[in-house]
């Protein structure tokens, strides 16, 4: 009934370092799977998103975590910003909130003249 203490000694003595490479083989290769399906694309995912909440500006039509639609009105600091979701209601909301920009707003007018300076000096004089 009770296996003999002989055929255990022998089941454990026929393993060696190479068995001990093929139990963690699986391991390694189910954190590859992982790291190319699911942590490179939430990585990039998180850089866009950065980058588009560093390119916000005032006027922008945004979308909140929350489902709110509205304009930003101001940007606070680095954390907060100040969306209009109404006339005349605006609310503060923590800028890492914003999931989407559905519209953009040109830039500021001085820009545009900053870019019409430089254009207008780039020009050659005998034109």
Sequence with gaps: MFVSPA?????AASGGSLGALEQFLPLVLIFVVFYF???RPQQKRMKTH????AQLRRGDRVVTAGGIIGTVNKLVN?????????EGVRVRVIRTTITEVMSKTEPVAADKADKAD???TDKPADQ
């Design 37 to 39: 399906l699911l942590i």
């Design 118 to 120: 430089k254009a207008e």
């Design 78 to 86: 680095d954390a907060e910003v100040v969306v209009e979701i109404a």
């Design 50 to 53: 950065k980058e588009m909440l």
């Design 7 to 11: 055929y255990a000694q022998a089941a």
